[in-house]
């Protein structure tokens, strides 16, 4: 007896019962069940059932009087096995992660059209954020074969020209399982350039500030810009730096991203070409797991403008991670790193998920994702963790810091 294939359609107020009801009926019959989803937008409930059954099999009339004493609609049409429209089996799976401080139907158009663009197949959205719709994940399939960098590319600068991020991850085992979060330390986990404050308070901040630029524009490298810009800090007493240290202004969400790594059980690090002494008091004040920066040297309570030991420049920054993580027994496929400047950039490309943070161009694009229009507890929706979820760890393990 020929089989068909049919798609049911399931729509109303939810209520509990309706799938239980509805599966316990085609599990008495004699059809398949061959796919199911499910999802509920304030109080509507959407189901859809993927059926194998006889042509003279009554499971539809069945279904249809169960579904009218539910008081939900319930509607089916035949459906091609082999319908060549639909997605492949095949395709690349990946996750689309819209970020903002409120998105909307223009953003999510983008979005789509951009996916659309690149023969992206949005299979499934999903809110991660609470109250505004502040961020979605979008799970989307290219067709087997097809070069995700240029879908990549074209988010990026959609980010760009907007005012909300735009992150491309594949999906797989990796993405959900990343175990070490590590990051720059000046302008990304602080708001602050540690060495600017520094010559400001010892009257050089404009010679520092020339040195800088001469290093950005690519006039001198990382290592001899930092002892060019020390050296002006000789005489500096270090009480100076140590009242600094007890004072930096964390940047928006850092405080929460760390409190909520710490307590799903992941383990952090800052890895920093600034000074171990801002280092370690941030190390301390947010129960990081690990600090490597710079050491300065200290002579009668003042700076001598040197360093003690190697500078921790870019290929030094991408050591220690990896340092880091054979430690922790993490593969770096598990890794994210968090920066802001090109001397992040080995860090950022050594890791799993590189992030470039309120960075400028030249990073972003070197970086896997992007973020600027919030702040660094967005992280946590690259992780696929969700507001709900993030309540409900609250309501069970205590506030998070930042919540109150």
Partial sequence: MARSHVLVTVTGADQPGITARLTGIIATSTASLLDIEQVVVQGHLTLALLLALDDDDGLLKDLLFAAKSLGVELDFAPVEPDDPSSPSRDDQRFVVTAIGRSLGARELHAVASTLADHQGNIERIHRLSKGDLGSVEIHLGLPAGADPEPLKRSLLELGMQESFDVALQ???????????????????????????????????????????????????????????????LEGLDVSVLRKLASELPLTEGAEKLIATLKRLGYRTAVISGGFSIAAEALKARLGIDYAYSNTLEVAGGKLTGRVIGPIVNGKRKAELLEVIAQAEGVLLDQVIAVGDGANDVPMLEKAGLGIAFRAKKSLRERADTSLSATGLDAILYLLGISAEELQDATARFGETPGER
């Avoid at 690519?218 to 060019?228: A, H, I, K, T, V």
């Fill in 170 to 232: 594949r999906e797989g085992l990796f993405r959900r399982s990343k175990r070490l979060v590590v990051m720059d330390m000046d302008s990304t986990l602080i708001r602050i350039e540690v060495i600017d404050e520094l010559a400001r308070a010892h009257g050089v901040a404009e010679r520092v500030a020339a040195i800088t630029e001469r290093a950005m524009q690519g006039e001198m490298d990382y290592d001899e810009s930092l002892r060019q810009r020390l050296g002006l």
